[in-house]
C-alpha cells in the first residue's frame, strides 16, 4: 500500500515562496517516477512538475522557470520550491506516483497566493 502525504501549502503573497513536501510510504518510491499536480475550483487536474527515478525533471509552460521539483530517495520524499509566485497558482497541489496503470495521490494540500 502506498500512501502519500503533502505539508507545506499556505497563503502567500504574490512574489512570495513556499516549498511543498511529500512523504512517500512503501517500497515502490525509488523506482518511480513522481509529480506534483494542481487543480484550481471548477478546473481540471493538471500536471505541474515531474521527476523520474533518475532525477530528469520536467515542467509545464506556466510555471517553468519558478517552480523547482527535486527527490530524496533516501528520505522518500518529494518537494516543490515555488518561487515569484502568482496569484494564477492558486489551487490544491497534488503529489503523485504513478505505478503502472495505477496512480496514487496525495489528500492535497492548499496554495494561495494573493494579490
Known amino acids: 500500500q502506498v500512501q502519500l502525504v503533502e505539508s507545506g501549502g499556505g497563503l502567500v503573497q504574490a512574489g512570495g515562496s513556499l516549498r511543498l513536501s511529500c512523504a512517500a510510504s512503501g517500497s515502490i518510491f525509488r523506482g518511480n517516477a513522481m509529480g506534483w499536480y494542481r487543480q484550481a475550483p471548477g478546473k481540471q487536474r493538471d500536471l505541474v512538475a515531474g521527476i523520474t527515478s533518475g532525477g530528469t525533471t520536467n515542467y509545464a509552460n506556466s510555471v517553468r522557470g519558478r517552480f523547482t521539483i527535486s527527490r530524496d530517495n533516501a528520505k522518500n520524499m518529494v518537494y516543490l520550491q515555488m518561487n515569484s509566485l502568482k496569484p494564477e497558482d492558486t489551487a490544491v497541489y497534488y503529489c503523485?506516483?504513478?505505478?503502472?496503470?495505477?496512480?496514487?495521490w496525495g489528500q492535497g494540500t492548499q496554495v494561495t497566493v494573493s494579490s
Open positions: 503523485n506516483l504513478a505505478f503502472g496503470i495505477i496512480n496514487y
